[in-house]
């Protein structure tokens, strides 16, 4: 089956660091992959959705210029968490879209997601 | 716009008892819908999907869920609960293939012995 990868799967960083998060598909090519926060005790919020070779389409609420996507390849994209702070501490899932084999349904696979913790 | 709410924040079985989750969705046609399940400090674990078809879905690990379209309802069910099964139950759906899930905010469950 379809699998996504994230790298890294826990971070701890200081205050006022920038942190990268990679969302790889390593079986299928994702021309979408979409970005999900989850804080605890919480359910999974949308922050932002990343088309291959375009910008980023944000959530409302969610500051483009902090977090910053980049969709360079059909099998990864990254979120940089710019100039960090305890309150973006939070777990970080990505999902990439692949077509399906059975009838040409579009299917979503989940990466194992990154837990952030900025100190 | 599209919507997902479970109803039950917490629910608490005993181990060999049945189960039943409850999930309603708003959207105007007939969604994707999915279920997932998450340990704590894991990631999302899909357990079942309807896209068409046969209105009961069968899903790993014993679990079924119906599609009943007058109740907008996606009720997710499991005749036996094991201890295992205690987790993080999310209800999601797909408005238009291709677009991010929308999550309801899920029901945690406890098993006990």
């Known amino acids: 089956g379809a699998v996504v990868s994230q790298h890294p799967s826990w971070v701890i960083c200081k205050s006022g660091t920038s942190v990268k998060i990679e969302c790889r598909s390593l079986d299928f090519q994702a021309t979408t992959m979409f970005w999900y926060r989850q804080f605890p005790k919480q359910s999974l919020m949308l922050m932002a959705t990343?088309?291959?070779?375009?910008?980023?389409?944000?959530e409302q609420g969610v500051e483009k210029d902090k977090f910053l996507i980049n969709h360079a390849s059909l099998t990864l994209s990254t979120l940089t968490v710019t100039s960090a702070h305890p309150e973006d501490s939070s777990f970080y899932i990505c999902?990439?879209?692949?077509?399906?084999?059975?009838?040409?349904?579009?299917?979503?696979?989940f990466g194992p997601g990154t837990r952030l913790t900025v100190l | 716009a599209q919507s997902v709410t479970q109803p039950d924040i917490h629910i608490t079985v005993s181990e060999g008892a049945s189960l039943e989750l409850r999930c309603n969705y708003s959207y105007g046609a007939t969604p994707y819908l999915f279920w997932y399940v998450q340990s704590p400090g894991q990631g999302l674990q899909l357990l079942l999907k309807y896209f068409s078809g046969d209105t009961l879905v069968q899903g790993i690990k014993g679990f079924e869920a119906e599609f009943k379209r007058s109740q907008s309802s996606f009720n997710l069910r499991k005749p036996s609960v094991h201890w295992s099964d205690a987790a993080e139950y999310f209800c999601?759906?797909?408005?238009?293939?291709?677009?991010?899930?929308?999550f309801g905010k899920g029901t945690t469950l406890s098993v006990s012995s």
């Open positions: 999601a759906v797909e408005g238009q293939a291709g677009t991010a899930l929308i």
């Open positions: 999902s990439a879209s692949s077509l399906a084999g059975t009838g040409g349904v579009v299917e979503q696979f």
């Open positions: 990343s088309n291959e070779g375009s910008k980023a389409t944000y």
